[in-house]
């Protein structure tokens, strides 16, 4: 059970720092323009 959750955390950590990315390259390629 305490994996389980802990795999959740682990999980939720990562989509957010994939989101961050994805928003720092756009943020990026917006002021190339």
Same mark, same amino acid.
Not at 1 to 9: A, F, K, P, V, Y
Not at 11 to 26: D, G, N, P, R, T
Not at 28 to 31: E, G, I
């Given at each position: %059970? /305490? *994996? /389980? /959750? $802990?795999? *959740?955390?682990c %999980? @939720?950590?990562? =989509?957010? !720092?994939? #989101? #961050? !990315? /994805? #928003? %720092? $390259? +756009?943020s +990026? @390629?917006?002021?190339l =323009?």
């Open positions: %059970m /305490i *994996n /389980i /959750i $802990s795999l *959740n955390i %999980m @939720a950590q990562v =989509k957010e !720092c994939y #989101l #961050l !990315c /994805i #928003l %720092m $390259s +756009f +990026f @390629a917006w002021t =323009k």
